[in-house]
């Protein structure tokens, strides 16, 4: 059953990785808003009308595009509809819709708010806060007060509806799967609704009420934010922290707030979205990190495809080998997947300032628009880097190793070896390498000079192997296969980086292994 699932998910993520971040999550609140708008438009959603659904969407997204639009032409950044609409989409469903003016007015003070915050709440070019989050928290929290009592709109997440259960769930795993975030957001999830459920129980109890399990369970996963929340607003990548333990803390934090709001000074709780605030504060607290700048020295041709790019880093970076960057490459006419792409880092901290990331030239005739912008880059060009993450990392202790690359996924493995040999550790490993014929072995020479075991799979054979290495004889690479050429496998932590129907694919004798730890990529 395991298997099962880790071969669907691959699966899934090989389809979902042919759309921008930003698309998927446009198409997934905007089909939510449809659904929302259907419900509405046949009375069985009571509140909001259709009326203001629709009155509230157009205020929100002519403010908030307008406003990035300006703010992006004076800083002369690249212009992101999309990224707009998500933030106009989110506070759509967080805020209470209306169509009277001081509702409208609301509404638009909350879009601008949001948008502003992405520029001036920001450290090196990053957003500290999600932008929504902060807009619908400013409003709400001067609502409060009698000079701007006009303000016809709060916090008041209809989304939470058993209504929507359904459609938030599926199209939330949707973005879940594309970035990865089910087991954190599942983490947030439990911790929300079962702080939900204990908060309930207290409260029966001061006030003498009957009190029951499964109808404080119903209120909490049917009829409260938490699913939306997590799903379109804590996985926000720009604004968790890089690696896994930290985001599942974050995680918690949000949960326990969301699910028992703390009230401050009786005026506000830090419930909700202002339960995310504090998260992105802890986030930003936890790395300190922003975008800087790479400037290109060289490129260079590896193998027949593969293109390696050597930048020197400009600001203080910080990585741990097997983490990949997101480098943006700014272009006009961007395809479905936008302008910014998750590169491994090839090279070892041991390297920098030098930063080296690679990748596979496309077939003439079919280049996404990033790869023809990529290309189009020459040295001394300056391209713009938004953070590091990952957990693709080796292990503290010395449990023996399995490394599975295909093709241009070894990327991460050539940083780990390096980085092991600057620093004259030694470790139990081997290397399965996986190419669609000899000459696309990247990364060979210094591979081969780090002395790790390898075993190649290539349909013809290489020449001149080292000692060290093996051809496995034009075998086809499948579980049976890695089981027979890796005989350990079941005392060594495997790693594997490539394509998810290879990942599928080797899956039921990668489950064998003592640990896993999966690295899918779908192209650029």
């Given at each position: 059953m395991?298997?099962?699932?880790?071969?669907?998910?691959?699966?899934?993520?090989?389809?979902?990785?042919?759309?921008?971040m930003y698309?998927?999550?446009?198409?997934?609140?905007?089909g939510l808003a449809v659904v929302a708008l259907i419900l509405s438009l046949f009375g069985v959603l009571v509140s909001p009308t259709p009326a203001e659904l629709l009155a509230s969407f157009f205020v929100l997204a002519v403010v908030v595009v307008g406003v990035d639009a300006a703010a992006q032409r004076i800083l002369r950044l690249p212009l992101r509809v999309e990224s707009s609409l998500v933030t106009a989409l989110i506070l759509l469903f967080v805020l209470r819709p209306g169509i009277e003016f001081g509702a409208l007015a609301g509404l638009a003070l909350a879009g601008a708010l949001a948008s502003v915050s992405k520029y001036l709440i920001a450290w090196r070019g990053r957003h500290i806060f999600n932008p929504a989050a902060f807009g619908a928290a400013v409003v709400?929290?001067?609502?409060?007060?009698?000079?701007?009592?006009w303000l016809g709109?709060?916090?008041?997440?209809?989304?939470?509806?058993?209504?929507?259960?359904?459609?938030?769930?599926?199209?939330?795993?949707?973005?879940?799967?594309?970035?990865?975030?089910?087991?954190v957001v599942s983490a947030f999830f439990l911790v929300a609704v079962g702080t939900s459920v204990v908060r309930q129980a207290v409260q029966a109890t001061q006030f003498g009420i009957g009190f029951d399990v499964a109808t404080a369970l119903q209120f909490a996963v049917l009829q409260s934010p938490f699913l939306f929340l997590g799903a379109f607003m804590l996985s926000e990548p720009l604004t968790l922290p890089p690696r896994r333990r930290q985001q599942f803390a974050v995680a918690v934090v949000v949960g326990l707030l969301a699910g028992w709001p703390i009230s401050v000074a009786g005026l506000f709780t830090l419930g909700q979205e202002r339960a995310l605030l504090v998260g992105n504060l802890l986030a930003f607290a936890f790395a300190l990190r922003g975008s800087l700048s790479l400037v290109l020295q060289r490129r260079s041709f590896i193998?027949?495809?593969?293109?390696?790019?050597?930048?020197?880093?400009?600001?203080?970076?910080?990585?741990?080998?097997g983490q990949y960057l997101e480098l943006d490459v700014p272009h006009s006419r961007p395809d479905a997947r936008g302008t910014r792409r998750e590169f491994s880092i090839v090279s070892a901290p041991a390297d920098l300032p030098?930063?080296?990331?690679a990748y596979t030239s496309s077939a003439p005739t079919h280049p996404s628009s990033y790869k023809r912008a990529l290309a189009a880059a020459q040295p001394g060009a300056r391209l713009a880097v938004t953070g590091t993450w990952g957990d693709f990392v080796l292990p503290n202790n010395d449990q023996p190793v399995l490394m599975v690359a295909a093709g241009i996924g070894v990327t991460p493995f050539v940083s780990q070896l390096r980085q092991l040999q600057a620093t004259a550790q030694h470790r139990d490993i081997v290397l399965v390498y996986v190419a669609s014929e000899a000459n696309e072995l990247a990364f060979r020479e210094e591979i081969a000079s780090t002395g790790v075991t390898a075993i190649v799979f290539t349909p013809d054979e290489p020449t001149d192997l080292p000692a060290h290495w093996t051809w496995a004889q034009g075998a086809r690479v499948d579980a049976a296969t890695l089981q027979r050429t890796v005989p350990d496998l079941s005392i060594r932590h495997a790693f594997i980086s490539g394509p998810p129907r290879l990942i599928a694919a080797l899956a039921p004798a990668l489950q064998k292994a003592r640990s896993l730890t999966t690295d899918a990529f779908a192209g650029y």
């Amino acid at each position: 059953m395991t298997t099962f699932f880790t071969a669907a998910r691959q699966r899934v993520l090989a389809v979902l990785g042919g759309v921008s971040m930003y698309r998927l999550v446009v198409c997934a609140l905007g089909g939510l808003a449809v659904v929302a708008l259907i419900l509405s438009l046949f009375g069985v959603l009571v509140s909001p009308t259709p009326a203001e659904l629709l009155a509230s969407f157009f205020v929100l997204a002519v403010v908030v595009v307008g406003v990035d639009a300006a703010a992006q032409r004076i800083l002369r950044l690249p212009l992101r509809v999309e990224s707009s609409l998500v933030t106009a989409l989110i506070l759509l469903f967080v805020l209470r819709p209306g169509i009277e003016f001081g509702a409208l007015a609301g509404l638009a003070l909350a879009g601008a708010l949001a948008s502003v915050s992405k520029y001036l709440i920001a450290w090196r070019g990053r957003h500290i806060f999600n932008p929504a989050a902060f807009g619908a928290a400013v409003v709400s929290i001067l609502g409060a007060f009698g000079a701007f009592a006009w303000l016809g709109t709060s916090s008041s997440w209809w989304v939470g509806t058993p209504l929507l259960t359904i459609p938030v769930v599926l199209l939330g795993l949707a973005v879940l799967w594309r970035t990865e975030k089910v087991q954190v957001v599942s983490a947030f999830f439990l911790v929300a609704v079962g702080t939900s459920v204990v908060r309930q129980a207290v409260q029966a109890t001061q006030f003498g009420i009957g009190f029951d399990v499964a109808t404080a369970l119903q209120f909490a996963v049917l009829q409260s934010p938490f699913l939306f929340l997590g799903a379109f607003m804590l996985s926000e990548p720009l604004t968790l922290p890089p690696r896994r333990r930290q985001q599942f803390a974050v995680a918690v934090v949000v949960g326990l707030l969301a699910g028992w709001p703390i009230s401050v000074a009786g005026l506000f709780t830090l419930g909700q979205e202002r339960a995310l605030l504090v998260g992105n504060l802890l986030a930003f607290a936890f790395a300190l990190r922003g975008s800087l700048s790479l400037v290109l020295q060289r490129r260079s041709f590896i193998t027949p495809r593969v293109q390696e790019l050597t930048f020197d880093a400009r600001g203080k970076i910080r990585f741990l080998p097997g983490q990949y960057l997101e480098l943006d490459v700014p272009h006009s006419r961007p395809d479905a997947r936008g302008t910014r792409r998750e590169f491994s880092i090839v090279s070892a901290p041991a390297d920098l300032p030098t930063l080296r990331v690679a990748y596979t030239s496309s077939a003439p005739t079919h280049p996404s628009s990033y790869k023809r912008a990529l290309a189009a880059a020459q040295p001394g060009a300056r391209l713009a880097v938004t953070g590091t993450w990952g957990d693709f990392v080796l292990p503290n202790n010395d449990q023996p190793v399995l490394m599975v690359a295909a093709g241009i996924g070894v990327t991460p493995f050539v940083s780990q070896l390096r980085q092991l040999q600057a620093t004259a550790q030694h470790r139990d490993i081997v290397l399965v390498y996986v190419a669609s014929e000899a000459n696309e072995l990247a990364f060979r020479e210094e591979i081969a000079s780090t002395g790790v075991t390898a075993i190649v799979f290539t349909p013809d054979e290489p020449t001149d192997l080292p000692a060290h290495w093996t051809w496995a004889q034009g075998a086809r690479v499948d579980a049976a296969t890695l089981q027979r050429t890796v005989p350990d496998l079941s005392i060594r932590h495997a790693f594997i980086s490539g394509p998810p129907r290879l990942i599928a694919a080797l899956a039921p004798a990668l489950q064998k292994a003592r640990s896993l730890t999966t690295d899918a990529f779908a192209g650029y």
